[in-house]
């Protein structure tokens, strides 16, 4: 490859390294005026746009990547968090599943599509897609997290509260678990424990006011 795209492409991993995305985006495009078909740096130029709030032209620079090398996993999940993001679900869901016949053990994209299939109101599939993305790697923050949400959801309150422990025992420290577990216990009538859990969430975040107004809600029953 020539040298030059190369030290452009370095330059602009090293300005998104520091969140100089418009010097990154400047470099980016550079290498592929040399060589267009440098796909890692339609993928990088993607992901800057996307930094940048210019989601539509991400979504070009991704499509791009991918039309030079259609396996090109990165860029596949790039795109479907993209369209997640412009609100076309159905096409995320869609890039997953893609994602998914090209590594059927990629935890980030099981956890992604429930993501969107949650957002197609589509529940039970939802947790389907996050049991198969902890079954995968079952210390995997995000999935356990949405899982939660999904179950309260459903009105599974026991389950959430089951699932959000989980979460506290892999990051103690998030706030916004604890004051969401004590939503769910609230639901399950147990304002002693869901006091306790608020408690939790803003001695760890005192800015957390969907704990304080929760608190004053639990305190009044």
Same mark, same amino acid.
């Given at each position: 490859?020539?040298d030059?795209?190369?030290?452009?492409?370095n330059?602009?991993?090293?300005?998104?390294?520091?969140?100089?995305?418009?010097?990154?985006l400047?470099?980016?495009?550079?290498?592929?005026? @040399?060589d *267009?078909? +440098?796909e890692? #740096?339609?993928? /990088? $130029? !993607? =992901?800057?746009?996307q930094? %940048?709030? &210019?989601?539509?032209?991400?979504?070009?620079?991704?499509?791009?990547?991918?039309? @030079?090398? *259609?396996? +090109?996993?990165? #860029?596949?999940? /790039? $795109? !479907? =968090?993209?369209?997640?993001? %412009?609100? &076309?679900?159905?096409?995320?869901l869609?890039t997953?599943?893609?994602?998914?016949?090209?590594? *059927?053990?990629?935890s980030? #994209?099981?956890? /992604? $599509? !429930?993501?969107?299939?949650?957002? %197609?109101? &589509?529940?039970e599939?939802a947790i389907?897609?996050y049991?198969?993305?902890?079954?995968?790697? *079952?210390?995997?923050?995000?999935?356990?997290? /949405? $899982?939660?949400?999904?179950?309260?959801? %459903?009105?599974?309150?026991?389950?959430?509260?089951a699932?959000?422990?989980?979460v506290?025992?892999?990051?103690?420290?998030?706030?916004?678990?604890?004051?969401?577990?004590?939503?769910?216990?609230?639901n399950?009538?147990?304002?002693?424990?869901?006091?306790?859990?608020?408690?939790?969430?803003?001695?760890?975040?005192?800015?957390?006011a969907?704990?304080?107004?929760?608190?004053?809600?639990?305190?009044?029953?």
């Amino acid at each position: 490859m020539n040298d030059t795209v190369l030290r452009y492409y370095n330059e602009g991993v090293g300005f998104v390294e520091v969140g100089r995305y418009l010097d990154a985006l400047v470099c980016f495009e550079k290498a592929i005026a @040399i060589d *267009p078909e +440098f796909e890692f #740096a339609w993928n /990088n $130029r !993607g =992901v800057v746009l996307q930094q %940048l709030s &210019r989601f539509v032209e991400a979504l070009t620079s991704y499509n791009n990547a991918l039309a @030079i090398s *259609p396996n +090109f996993v990165s #860029a596949w999940g /790039n $795109r !479907g =968090v993209i369209l997640e993001l %412009l609100g &076309r679900y159905e096409e995320s869901l869609a890039t997953f599943d893609k994602i998914i016949s090209l590594e *059927p053990n990629n935890s980030g #994209a099981w956890s /992604n $599509r !429930g993501n969107v299939l949650q957002k %197609l109101g &589509r529940f039970e599939e939802a947790i389907a897609s996050y049991d198969k993305a902890i079954a995968i790697k *079952p210390d995997s923050f995000d999935p356990w997290f /949405n $899982r939660s949400g999904v179950l309260k959801n %459903l009105g599974k309150y026991e389950e959430s509260v089951a699932s959000y422990d989980r979460v506290i025992a892999l990051k103690p420290t998030f706030a916004r678990a604890w004051y969401k577990r004590g939503s769910v216990l609230d639901n399950l009538g147990k304002h002693s424990e869901a006091r306790a859990s608020y408690d939790r969430a803003i001695a760890l975040d005192p800015n957390a006011a969907e704990s304080k107004d929760n608190l004053t809600i639990s305190i009044e029953k």
